[in-house]
């Protein structure tokens, strides 16, 4: 089955930089890249995804980019705010697939 | 916006206990699921649903049972609790299972003595 690796497990940056956490997964046949944010003590909710028919995605602060060649999606974040402290999970799934496959978190810390 | 809430949120219980973790969704979503988050392992699949009396094996199903009663109630059922069981469980529900958005709920910590 899938296999989605988060290949940082901590990210530490000043507070304006950006971030950047990267992904990458098993499946050829995956189509569909989310990304949640669990804040300290919370739940997880969405923040952006992407599909494979693009390989770009932009949400205000938040840009994904995915290169299916290397199997490979990342998460970028400009002018970070202390809010974005947060755990981040990437995740990986296709068109008609029951479930979904998640990374296993990258701790963003935001210093001030 | 959907809405998955879970009961309880915290729960302890001895070894060879019995453990119920509840959760609903008002979203009318097919699609429900349990995963127990643990450190260094990110968030993985107990057992999920498609609908009201379904019931799918996820990837970490051992020692766990769970019953999809209607299409807002989704049960997880720990018949004889273990140590490794002690984790954080969320609840998740989604429209279209692994191709959309999953809303979570808020959380079960459980620990087992």
């Known amino acids: 089955g899938e296999k989605v690796e988060q290949h940082q497990s901590t990210l530490s940056v000043r507070e304006g930089d950006s971030a950047v956490i990267n992904c990458t997964y098993t499946d050829t046949a995956s189509s569909y890249f989310p990304w949640y944010k669990q804040e300290a003590g919370k739940s997880l909710h969405f923040v952006i995804d992407?599909?494979?028919?693009?390989d770009r995605k932009q949400s205000q602060r938040l840009t994904v980019l995915l290169d299916k060649k290397a199997k490979r999606f990342s998460l970028h974040i400009t002018a970070t705010q202390p809010e974005d402290s947060a755990i981040y999970f990437c995740a990986a799934s296709n068109y008609g697939n029951e479930k979904i496959t998640f990374g296993a978190g990258t701790k963003l810390t935001i210093k001030p | 916006e959907a809405a998955v809430t879970q009961s309880p949120r915290n729960k302890v219980t001895v070894t060879g206990g019995n453990v119920t973790l509840s959760c609903r969704q008002t979203n009318s979503h097919n699609y429900m699921y349990w995963y127990r988050q643990d450190t260094g392992h990110g968030l993985r699949l107990i057992h999920y649903s498609y609908g009201a009396g379904n019931l799918q094996i996820g990837d970490v199903p051992d020692g766990y049972k769970a019953t999809r009663t209607t299409q807002e109630d989704f049960f997880l059922l720990l018949e004889l609790a273990s140590p490794s069981q002690t984790s954080l469980y969320f609840c998740?529900?989604?429209?279209?299972?692994?191709?959309?958005?999953?809303?979570f709920g808020p959380g079960t910590r459980l620990t087992v003595l």
């Open positions: 998740a529900s989604s429209d279209l299972g692994g191709y959309a958005e999953q809303f």
């Open positions: 992407i599909r494979s028919n693009v």
